[in-house]
């Protein structure tokens, strides 16, 4: 008797287990994403490439204040900036950023008064060689760079909120 | 298929009208049969790797190929097959070099030669051998040699274990795959691969006279164990052995290899169509074109199981040969006399 249980148990259990893979064959959930043609929508508060805000009323059209706020709130030492103008006309000069020292910590975001240095949800940073990650001012300005992506449309004009929106508290400028 | 036999029957009247020797008109047709076998077979591997990959991947929730030649990978195998021809073809220095170089060929052969028999339809065959299962189960107990000769060649423990394995397992599995194969040559009174077809024309598909149903399943069994497949791949078993018995392979032999398992794959599946799914026979496809069918049904559902179970451990193989498969074989024997008397 124990046998034929036997001989049961290992039908019953192979022909459940085939069940199992024939529904999923023929259903077909597609979990595989062709990443060149299929992108995935990275989260909104996703840590990408950085962008500085540009205002066309401000000389060389850019919020930054070449205040220096986030080179010293930087812990591996990526910027490099030197400022130009008095004032209200103070801007920034020379803006690098060296983006291999970056590890996305957000304290350089955190830290800038004017929320001129903000993160985009640009992912796809791999460069050929070690020099290609010196990004200057024209290159973290550039708006094209990130249009059609998340933070686009807040990116044209400045803005009240904290670019990366925390928890949904809008962060004053003032 | 009508032009083979027309090709053939002038070829015939041709060399007979020269006044050539009877020998050298079978020569040239058993060179010419051989060589359409070796191309189909070639075509039948390609496909099946990439119908393997496919299948796997659908059962996975994967894609598989899908960039290799068009949409579905199509030309994926061709690519696989181009880039281990071109590849170095290493031996360590320790190897066995006659055993180690010649397994691989030994391995493949088999599966090639055993489809001398095979009846595509009743009109295309390469010879109609009257002991035609007989021949098929001499010339399946040969991978066996390759295998350990592969497996002693490489001078390899893993390979040697493996080795063994492949000739325990195929030793255990070989016994009631003829029990079972005896079976259906009880009922059909002939041992030729041809007349065992013809005779289900009377009985129906062996498949559902009823003791040969259970033969059926007993052969099935052992031909996924005949051919190394998951659950009975413990000859190649990679999280235990590596590679088994090809670990030490690159290149051309170990595409060797490769061809000769899916060969295998495709004869074993060709052989259950003929034996129980009445071969050729079918309503109004040309009768090659029902063979294939039914071959490639039971090829998919072998791919089926093999994405389904585990990999069995070797003393439950052992056991399940011995102690399940052996007495049931035995069983439906007397069972298969008893209804082949009756009738």
Same mark, same amino acid.
């Given at each position: 008797?124990?046998?034929?249980?036997?001989?049961?148990?290992?039908?019953?259990?192979?022909?459940?287990?085939?069940?199992?893979?024939?529904?999923?064959?023929?259903?077909?959930?597609?979990?595989?994403?062709? +990443?060149?043609?299929?992108?995935?929508?990275? &989260?909104?508060? +996703?840590?990408?490439?950085?962008?500085?805000?540009?205002?066309?009323?401000?000389?060389?059209?850019?919020?930054?204040?070449?205040?220096?706020?986030?080179?010293?709130?930087?812990?591996?030492?990526?910027?490099?900036?030197?400022?130009?103008?008095?004032?209200?006309?103070?801007?920034?000069?020379? &803006?690098?950023?060296?983006?291999?020292?970056?590890? +996305?910590?957000?304290?350089?975001?955190?830290?800038?008064? &004017?929320?001129?240095?903000?993160?985009?949800?640009?992912?796809?940073?791999?460069?050929?060689?070690?020099?290609?990650?010196? +990004?200057?001012?024209?290159?973290?300005?550039?708006?094209?760079?990130?249009?059609?992506?998340?933070?686009?449309?807040?990116?044209?004009?400045?803005?009240?909120?904290?670019?990366?929106?925390?928890?949904?508290?809008?962060?004053?400028?003032? | 298929?009508?032009?083979?036999?027309?090709?053939?029957?002038?070829?015939?009247? *041709?060399?007979?009208?020269?006044?050539?020797?009877?020998?050298?008109?079978?020569?040239?047709?058993?060179?010419?049969?051989?060589?359409?076998?070796?191309?189909?077979?070639?075509?039948?591997?390609?496909?099946?790797? *990439?119908?393997?990959? !496919?299948?796997?991947?659908?059962?996975?929730?994967?894609?598989?190929?899908?960039?290799?030649?068009?949409?579905?990978?199509?030309?994926?195998?061709?690519?696989?097959? =181009?880039?281990?021809?071109?590849?170095?073809?290493?031996?360590?220095?320790?190897?066995?070099?006659?055993?180690?170089?010649?397994?691989?060929?030994?391995?493949?052969?088999?599966?090639?030669?055993?489809?001398?028999?095979?009846?595509?339809?009743?009109?295309?065959?390469?010879?109609?051998?009257?002991?035609?299962?007989?021949?098929?189960?001499?010339?399946?107990?040969?991978?066996?040699?390759?295998?350990?000769?592969?497996?002693?060649?490489?001078?390899? !423990?893993?390979?040697?274990?493996?080795?063994?394995?492949?000739?325990?397992?195929?030793?255990?599995?070989?016994?009631?795959?003829?029990?079972?194969?005896?079976?259906?040559?009880?009922?059909?009174?002939?041992?030729?691969? !041809?007349?065992?077809?013809?005779?289900?024309?009377?009985?129906? *598909?062996?498949?559902?006279?009823?003791?040969?149903?259970?033969?059926?399943?007993?052969?099935?069994?052992?031909?996924?164990?005949?051919?190394?497949?998951?659950?009975?791949?413990?000859?190649?078993?990679?999280?235990?052995?590596?590679?088994?018995?090809?670990?030490?392979?690159?290149?051309?032999?170990?595409?060797?290899?490769?061809?000769?398992?899916?060969?295998?794959?495709?004869?074993?599946?060709?052989?259950? %169509?003929?034996?129980?799914?009445?071969?050729?026979?079918?309503? *109004? =496809?040309?009768?090659?074109?029902?063979?294939?069918?039914?071959?490639?049904?039971?090829?998919?559902?072998?791919?089926?199981?093999?994405?389904?179970?585990?990999?069995?451990?070797?003393?439950?193989?052992? %056991?399940?040969?011995? !102690?399940?498969?052996?007495?049931?074989?035995?069983?439906?024997?007397?069972?298969?006399?008893?209804?082949?008397?009756?009738?």
């Amino acid at each position: 008797m124990n046998a034929f249980q036997e001989i049961w148990a290992s039908v019953s259990s192979i022909s459940k287990g085939l069940y199992v893979t024939l529904t999923n064959w023929v259903r077909r959930p597609r979990v595989t994403q062709r +990443y060149p043609k299929e992108r995935r929508t990275p &989260f909104p508060r +996703y840590r990408g490439l950085f962008i500085l805000r540009r205002d066309p009323n401000r000389p060389r059209e850019t919020t930054c204040t070449a205040c220096l706020l986030c080179w010293k709130a930087c812990p591996t030492d990526v910027f490099y900036i030197e400022g130009e103008g008095k004032g209200k006309e103070r801007h920034p000069k020379i &803006f690098q950023m060296d983006l291999s020292r970056c590890m +996305y910590c957000h304290l350089c975001v955190e830290a800038c008064p &004017f929320d001129s240095l903000a993160e985009t949800t640009e992912y796809e940073l791999a460069t050929y060689s070690r020099d290609q990650y010196l +990004y200057d001012f024209d290159a973290l300005s550039r708006q094209d760079r990130v249009q059609g992506r998340i933070h686009a449309e807040l990116l044209a004009e400045p803005v009240e909120v904290s670019l990366l929106g925390d928890e949904g508290e809008p962060s004053s400028n003032e | 298929m009508t032009l083979i036999a027309t090709a053939s029957w002038s070829l015939e009247k *041709w060399f007979a009208s020269r006044g050539f020797p009877g020998w050298i008109d079978n020569a040239v047709r058993a060179f010419i049969a051989s060589v359409a076998v070796l191309i189909l077979l070639l075509i039948t591997v390609l496909i099946l790797v *990439w119908l393997e990959r !496919k299948v796997s991947a659908d059962i996975q929730s994967r894609i598989g190929p899908a960039r290799t030649g068009g949409r579905f990978g199509i030309l994926q195998t061709v690519a696989d097959a =181009l880039k281990l021809l071109l590849k170095e073809d290493v031996a360590h220095a320790q190897v066995d070099r006659w055993l180690f170089f010649y397994a691989p060929f030994i391995v493949f052969l088999p599966a090639y030669v055993a489809f001398a028999t095979v009846p595509f339809s009743d009109r295309l065959q390469a010879g109609d051998l009257k002991i035609g299962a007989l021949y098929v189960l001499a010339v399946l107990a040969l991978p066996q040699i390759g295998m350990i000769m592969a497996g002693w060649g490489s001078n390899n !423990k893993y390979s040697l274990l493996a080795g063994m394995r492949a000739v325990a397992q195929l030793v255990t599995y070989e016994v009631p795959m003829i029990i079972a194969i005896l079976c259906v040559v009880m009922m059909a009174g002939s041992l030729s691969l !041809k007349e065992i077809v013809q005779k289900q024309a009377e009985t129906g *598909w062996y498949v559902f006279n009823l003791p040969l149903t259970l033969a059926f399943i007993i052969y099935i069994v052992a031909a996924i164990a005949e051919s190394n497949r998951i659950p009975f791949d413990l000859p190649e078993a990679e999280s235990e052995l590596v590679g088994g018995f090809h670990t030490e392979y690159s290149g051309l032999r170990f595409a060797m290899f490769f061809l000769g398992e899916y060969a295998l794959l495709f004869f074993v599946c060709a052989f259950a %169509s003929i034996l129980f799914l009445g071969g050729w026979r079918g309503p *109004w =496809l040309p009768p090659e074109a029902w063979f294939l069918i039914k071959t490639y049904a039971l090829i998919i559902f072998a791919m089926w199981v093999r994405f389904t179970l585990p990999r069995v451990r070797i003393d439950q193989l052992m %056991s399940i040969g011995w !102690k399940f498969l052996l007495p049931a074989a035995l069983l439906d024997l007397i069972l298969t006399a008893a209804w082949a008397l009756g009738r």
